[in-house]
């Protein structure tokens, strides 16, 4: 039947100043939620995202040249900050090219944001063209995520998702966007308050376990501080260097807990673990009273659980309860922020009488250093993450993918500062270092960012050289080039009878200087020592635009101290006689 | 679930309180799955506050292990509350529709048999009883096992449903 117009009602206009469209929703929220950053990658379905982005001035979008590199960037950018990073990728291929980023970022607790486009509501689950259930497919490596199906609900889902990621222990969160939710009208609310009744983490600690850990420590002939990620991501690196420093307790930190205490102080053990240091690994061993900030006990850090510090009462600060108790069982678990837990337990501490501990740990320093060998005509992996360090006076954000020379660079680099040091440690992402580095180029343009990468992980997102220069982020890129995939060789030598199987590319891999050339940008090859320096110097001279730097290494060298899989920390070994026999 | 060969002693039942989302849902199932955990029974159905649901596990492992799913059922975003009813004084109750054979030794046996159990009879064909039983688990195990030998043709059991009793003294009211 046909309603007479008159009758019919009238249609509220388009231009209503208070209605905008889902996608027009998105950018206004993400600016109230301070973003200021995006790393995405349009397609289909979030092209309304993009037409809104044409002209919007708030909001830097960077157009990078792979979703997964996307992740990445916004990862870096994250670490070097402390902000979430944000990224935008299309639905079905850009989706599940940003779970390799997802993951990395989940096992490090990172606070990422990723946003991805959706076939209409009215098609999902029809296997529309692009169509991926990536809420499905990204379950398991977020934090939390969400299928927006009512526009009106936009806006509180993202400022949830943005709570979450960052609130508690951080970490990824994603929000698929289906493309008739971009395109409906809705309100802009702009209510900045969010309340989650089943997300309420906890945040003070229990105050008798704290006074607890404050008298064992107190009391403690051999204690040790072991400071993991989390004293990093939850800013609590000027508490535990006050509070390490007044009790004179040694401190050794975990591959993503370096920079959280100076390794310049005399309290600083360096890292221990799989290729940590001698001392640390021993001090860990040997400890009686073990102070665990904001770590997890990883397999790579407790080698063989039986032969792990066997005789310390063990207390354990941490933001999740899930970490407590999972791998090692702790006496004094604490949950709580490191950063208010830390100070309440230095409240009630006093300087334990421990002497004879330095005197052993001293000796220990003095029989068993790290080495850096060196030599005039070629340049030693060791050699090269040293000059690096000198040469930007342990000031530099470094950046690494994985492998040799990822714990290289976590050994040899002097870290003093937070945040300064990028790495995937819980996923062991290779392809990570180059986007992540220019990530972290674009969130702090006034440091100086050095990506120390291999000449395999870098090879897996080398798209992004085009990235770095369209933006021109000053990113220096070192290859450590020893024309293999270095950790792989090095085990199957020990482990495998040196059949070292699809591990060496020898003269397979592309020059990389040309290919620098071939983006437009600077590159540079040094094969000794003098070479290195010399463009190492041009390289940081440079503060416009990125270089890459090709520094081919001695190839056979191996990567030590080392506790081989399936031994205790104290049984690490020193050489590759040593692990011969 | 599992092939695994559990101890009773081990049997812990949750109930989680979440809000009613199949995605939450699905997390929760995941954390088993992918964390390797042993579920033997769950269920899922709405509260009777709107947009809620209570979720119902009957799971197996050590202390260690229990206290581990416990707290990472709670890092679940939506999980507003977990309660382990292993050491409480709890209400639970499970439904069990069994086919049993008559062929072996006829009717009557058999309704004598749902009688003791307090079970009902709800279909009865040439050749089979259809059984109703409601009770703890240890009641749908053992009544299950007494029909064993005359032939279960099918059978379908729901799996635990509990809450806490109010009041955690002494009492004992089945
Ligand atoms: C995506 C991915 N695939 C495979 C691995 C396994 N893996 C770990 S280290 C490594 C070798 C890395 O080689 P390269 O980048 O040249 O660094 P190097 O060890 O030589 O310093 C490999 C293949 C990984 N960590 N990540
Ligand atoms: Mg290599």
């Known amino acids: 039947m046909d309603v007479p117009a008159t009758l019919k009602p009238v249609e509220k206009p388009t231009s209503d100043a208070q209605s905008h469209s889902g996608a027009e929703i998105l950018i206004k929220t993400l600016a109230d939620l301070g973003v200021d950053t995006i790393f995405g990658y349009p397609g289909g379905a979030v092209l309304p995202v993009y037409d809104a982005l044409f002209d919007n001035h708030d909001l830097k979008h960077v157009l990078v040249r792979h979703e997964q590199a996307g992740t990445h960037a916004a990862d870096g950018y994250s670490r070097a900050t402390g902000k979430p990073g944000v990224v935008l990728a299309t639905s079905g291929p850009g989706g599940t090219n940003t779970v390799t980023g997802i993951a990395t970022a989940m096992m490090d607790s990172i606070p990422l944001v990723v946003l991805t486009g959706q076939v209409p509501t009215s098609v999902i689950g029809n296997d529309a063209f692009q169509e991926a259930d990536i809420v499905g497919i990204t379950r398991p490596i977020t934090k939390q995520n969400y299928l927006v199906r009512d526009v009106n609900n936009l806006e509180s889902v993202l400022r949830e998702a943005f709570h979450i990621a960052t609130n508690g222990r951080p970490g990824p969160v994603l929000v698929d966007l289906p493309k008739d939710m971009l395109n409906t009208k809705a309100r802009f609310k702009g209510t900045k308050h969010v309340d989650i009744p089943s997300f309420k983490p906890t945040i003070h600690g229990h105050q008798p376990q704290i006074a607890k850990a404050a008298r064992m420590l107190s009391e403690a002939k051999k204690p040790l501080i072991y400071v993991g990620g989390g004293a990093i991501l939850g800013e609590a690196w000027k508490e535990v260097t006050e509070f390490a420093e007044r009790l004179n307790i040694p401190v050794t930190t975990t591959l993503m807990g370096l920079g959280a205490f100076p390794e310049s102080k005399p309290q600083s053990l360096g890292m221990l673990g799989m290729h940590g240091t001698w001392y640390a690994n021993m001090a860990m061993t040997e400890c009686d009273v073990l102070l665990a900030v904001g770590a997890r006990f990883d397999d790579r850090v407790t080698g063989r659980l039986n032969g792990f510090s066997q005789n310390s009462r063990k207390i354990h600060i941490d933001i999740d309860p899930s970490c407590i108790g999972k791998n090692v069982d702790v006496e004094v678990p604490i949950v709580g922020d490191v950063k208010r837990v830390i100070p309440a337990i230095d409240k009630l501490a006093n300087p334990p009488e421990i002497s004879e501990w330095w005197d052993t740990i001293h000796s220990w320093q003095k029989e068993h250093p790290l080495v850096v060998p060196e030599a005039d005509d070629q340049i030693y992996p060791q050699h090269m993450i040293k000059m690096i360090s000198e040469i930007t006076d342990g000031n530099a954000i470094v950046v690494t993918d994985v492998g040799q020379h990822q714990m290289w660079a976590a050994q040899h680099y002097q870290y003093n500062h937070p945040r300064s040091w990028i790495t995937s440690g819980g996923l062991g992402t290779m392809g990570f270092g180059f986007p992540a580095a220019i990530g972290a180029a674009m969130a702090c343009p006034d440091r100086d960012v050095v990506c120390i990468t291999g000449d395999g992980g870098f090879q897996m997102l080398t798209c992004e050289l085009a990235t770095a220069v369209e933006y021109k982020v000053p990113v220096k890129i070192a290859i ?14 020990l482990f495998f009878d040196n059949r070292t ?14 290919m620098a050339d071939a983006y437009g940008m600077i590159g540079m090859r040094a094969t000794n020592p003098k070479e290195m320096k010399e463009v190492l110097q041009k390289a940081m001279a440079i503060k416009d635009a990125p270089v890459l730097m090709d520094f081919s290494v001695v190839k056979e060298e191996n990567c030590y101290p080392m506790v081989p899989s399936g031994a205790a920390l104290f049984e690490m070994v020193e050489s590759d006689e040593e692990c011969k026999r | 679930m599992s092939t695994t060969v559990m101890t009773k002693d081990y049997r812990h039942t949750l109930s989680v309180l979440v809000k009613h989302n199949l995605n939450t849902f699905s997390r929760i199932i995941g954390i088993f ?33 229990v206290e581990q799913i416990n707290k990472h059922l709670h890092n679940v975003v939506d999980v507003l509350k977990v309660t382990d009813l292993t050491h409480k004084k709890c209400i639970e109750r499970e439904l069990a529709i069994i086919k049993v054979s008559t062929a072996k030794v006829g009717r009557p046996e058999i309704m004598l048999i749902a009688q003791a159990f307090k079970a009902k009879v709800i279909d009865i064909t040439t050749d089979k009883l259809a059984l109703e039983v409601t009770g703890n688990t240890d009641k749908v195990d053992a009544m299950i096992e007494v029909l064993k030998p005359y032939g279960i043709a099918e059978m379908s059991r729901s799996g635990s449903v509990a809450l806490k009793r109010e009041f955690q003294g002494a009492v004992n009211i089945n």
Not at chain 1, 480 to 493: D, E, F, H, K, P
Not at chain 2, 53 to 62: E, L, N
């Open chain 1, 480 to 493: 450590m080039n020893n024309a293999c995939l270095g950790m792989v060789r090095q085990w199957q030598q």
């Open chain 1, 501 to 514: 199987s699809y591990s060496v590319f020898g003269s397979n891999n592309p020059d990389f200087v040309k």
């Open chain 2, 33 to 65: 799955s992918g964390k390797g955990f042993e579920l033997e029974s769950v269920t899922f159905a709405s509260e009777a506050e709107p947009g809620m649901a209570r979720i119902t596990i009957t799971t197996y492992g050590d202390e260690k292990t």
